[in-house]
């Protein structure tokens, strides 16, 4: 499938984003990076907080090609197109990053303690890398 197949089926709709916009979304991942290494939160915060990081960068993919998600699954479908945009060598990272919006979901929403202290790292560095990526 294409971006342009996706809003042909009402999943994504147009957008119109400035530099403005892109660099403060970057300045909350920025933010999120930092704030999610921080060792006096809970890990679930800490995951919660690098999965909104991911989401960000994402959310930065979509808006570049002139699109945004529409509401219902747009979690879901931010983080889905991002293989559609880089291709298809990301579809591990996509698959993990799908994993942890699920995850994510549990923290926040229905149980504490889930996440451990080796899948918030791993989800930071991730982020790390994809925040290079986009970058580039």
């Known amino acids: 499938m294409t971006l342009k ?4 089926n009402g999943w994504l709709r147009p957008h119109r984003t400035s530099p403005e916009e892109i660099e403060n979304l970057l300045a909350i991942v920025d933010r999120d990076l930092h704030d999610a ?5 809970s890990t ?7 999965y909104n990081a991911a989401l960000k960068l994402c959310t930065i993919l979509v808006y570049a090609e002139g699109y945004r998600a529409t509401t219902g699954l747009q979690h879901y479908r931010t983080i889905q197109a991002m293989s559609l945009i ?3 060598s990301f579809k591990e990272d996509v698959a993990f990053l799908d994993a ?3 995850k994510r979901n549990i923290v926040e929403y229905d149980a504490a303690g889930m996440a ?5 790292k791993e989800l930071r560095e991730l982020t ?3 925040r290079q990526t986009v970058l580039d």
């Open 116 to 120: 451990t202290e080796k899948e918030a």
């Open 37 to 41: 290494g921080a060792s006096e939160i």
């Open 128 to 130: 790390v890398l994809l």
């Open 5 to 8: 197949q996706w809003r042909s």
């Open 86 to 88: 880089l291709g298809v």
């Open 100 to 102: 942890c919006r699920k």
């Open 44 to 50: 679930d915060w800490q995951f919660g907080i690098a």
